[in-house]
């Protein structure tokens, strides 16, 4: 999940509640919302954040208006007299006939705004299946247009550039990198310290069964990506018997939240990078970086070493290097842009095109500031966190010797959860309960911000599963180019037909679509489309 909210850093868990009950436990077991709180009514009307209130035109010329709402919520589901506020919007259908009830999204993170996604998801869906949903975006607690929306520190300093080498070489180095994320995490606890007890997944999934009595709908359809699989994934255990569809997509192992995740995180990375490596090099005529992935990687090395004493145009040093080719590992689209920036430093030692793609891919503000607040908050609540920093370094050391593009940038992006004031609790422990229904999961084979296992794993977890896999690395699969997923997915939206069936087999997927082409070195920038929420390292890295 993170542009490093949708970049690296993979994690999510639970935490005990403050009165002592899990928050794993059955929602019997906890004081429940007032009554008043169950009846509230949503008052929509225009959007009024200056983006998507106004009438859009979708393919075939149909007008669509966004609508907003704000649903206030428990900050604490043990104690629900305090209350914080959700910002949604809705793209009502318009099927006079077979309306299928109400679409809820979300894009990953954790951190990232699910507003703009339920735009991206009736624009991508066909007009029949689009339009028998009422779509549903909503900011989780912290994020975006939500009240309050957390933030730790200002944007325009903290990610100033260059900032220090993610990669230390000296424990002096160490220290400083060391230092800025305790600053952050104790930032963090002075301005939110009241707040960040109840920042969970769990309470996310609370919220979005208020949401779902708020709409009046007995049940609900939940499409998630990144991240937001395992935010469906906690919904479904606590709630098996509101869901009506299911699609998770690029998809978390719940088991391994979040610590693991991001060391598991780094190694596929590394693969991801590889694969870069080796399409730059199968391209050498064009960018004339060597004909093998190993002397690729050379130059690549050698570029990121003359960055550290001579930053690009005194703005793109080893760390800034590192978020921009972090966006590569979540799509093949954007390869073009990173190869031409990379031949152009290092054939011409011109600077330009690698500014570019740090402007337009990995510069960080206060938006992102608060997508990496919440994705902090998130994650290192919500599970438990080594708190002493000899046990990071030994594992990062060992990590590194295998994976060293992205294993030190992943680190120091977690890092502050070493430091937090609210330590990890205990993560709920998804499983398929009864009511469960159909449930379609989605998933890339080399996919590095959520590997291929967890999606597996979730398979085993979730026993009404099946899992569709395409060749490749993209994040994000669904609505975003591949023509044969997006058919499977529209196909189980509508009247929940899953694809494969017969017997499983342990490591195969249940039905497999082909990939989309290879990207082809056209010299023009190709927009990366990952659906909102990846996010990326340092600047960059997130979850899912």
């Known amino acids: 999940m993170k542009k490093r909210v949708a970049g690296i850093a993979a994690g999510i868990g639970m935490l005990v509640a403050a009165l002592g009950v899990p928050q794993g436990a059955a929602a019997s077991e906890r004081q429940a919302p007032t009554a008043a709180q169950q009846r509230q009514a949503l008052v929509w009307g225009p959007c009024r954040d200056g983006r998507a209130h106004l009438t859009a035109v979708l393919p075939g010329a149909r007008p669509v208006r966004t609508e907003c709402a704000t649903l206030r919520v428990p900050l604490d589901y043990d104690d629900p007299s305090r209350t914080v506020g959700i910002a949604l919007n809705r793209i009502r259908g318009h099927a006079s006939r077979g309306h299928l009830g109400t679409l809820l999204v979300n894009p990953g993170g954790p951190g990232a705004s699910g507003r703009d996604l339920a735009k991206a998801v009736v624009a991508g869906l066909p007009q029949g299946v689009a339009g028998r949903f009422d779509v549903v975006g909503f900011d989780p607690r912290g994020v975006g247009a939500s009240d309050p929306a ?66 009046g709908e007995s049940k609900i359809s939940f499409m998630g990506y ?40 780094s190694i596929a990375f590394e693969d991801r990078h590889e694969d870069f490596l080796r399409w730059v090099a199968r391209h050498h005529p064009v960018y004339r970086l060597g004909t093998t992935p190993r ?54 030692r011109d600077p330009a ?28 609540r919500d599970a438990p966190w080594p708190r002493d920093w000899a046990r990071w370094r030994t594992d990062m050391t060992r990590a590194n010797a295998r994976a060293p593009f992205l294993t ?20 709920v422990q998804v499983r398929g309960g009864d009511g469960l229904p159909p449930v379609l999961l989605i998933q890339g084979e080399r996919d590095a911000a959520t590997p291929y296992k967890g999606a597996l794993r979730m398979r085993e977890l979730l026993r009404t599963s099946r899992l569709l896999t395409v060749p490749g690395g993209n994040h994000g699969v669904a609505l975003n180019g591949n023509a044969c997923v997006d058919r499977r997915l529209a196909a189980y939206l509508r009247d929940g037909t899953l694809p494969g069936g017969g017997r499983r087999s342990a490591g195969a997927p249940d039905a497999r679509c082909p990939g989309v082409p290879a990207p082809v070195p056209a010299g023009a920038s190709v927009p990366m489309r990952v659906p909102a929420g990846h996010a990326v390292p340092g600047s960059h890295l997130s979850s899912r």
């Not at 400083?176 to 920042?199: D, S």
């Not at 793109?316 to 990173?338: C, N």
Request: glycine residues 6%; charged residues 25%.
């Open 353 to 380: 095109p690698l500014l570019g793609a740090y402007r337009k891919h990995a510069e960080n503000d206060a938006k992102d500031e608060n997508s990496y607040a919440v994705y902090l908050a998130v994650e290192c």
């Open 150 to 215: 957390l933030t730790c520190a200002d944007s325009r300093t903290f990610y100033r550039a260059p900032r220090p080498d993610q990669v230390p070489d000296t424990r002096r180095e160490e220290g400083v990198l060391l230092e800025r994320a305790r600053e952050y995490a104790e930032a963090c606890g002075t301005r939110w310290g009241w707040m960040l007890p109840h920042m969970t997944t769990e309470n996310s999934a609370r919220d979005m069964d208020m949401i779902r009595a708020a709409l």
């Open 408 to 427: 030190w940038p992943n680190a120091w992006y977690n890092a502050p959860c070493a430091f937090w004031p609210e330590r990890g609790g205990t993560p």
């Open 295 to 348: 002397a690729v990687s050379a130059a690549w090395y050698a570029m990121r070493e003359r960055l550290a004493g001579r930053p690009a145009q005194g703005v793109v040093g080893p760390s800034e290097l590192d978020d921009i080719y972090t966006v590569g590992g979540y799509s093949d689209a954007v390869w073009p842009q990173l190869a031409k920036a990379f031949s152009a430093y290092v054939k011409r």
């Open 226 to 265: 990144s991240y937001g699989t395992y935010l469906g994934a906690v919904y479904a255990t606590l709630f098996p018997d509101r869901l009506k569809r299911l699609v998770l997509d690029s998809v978390v192992d719940p088991r391994d939240v979040w610590y693991r995740s991001n060391l598991a995180q």
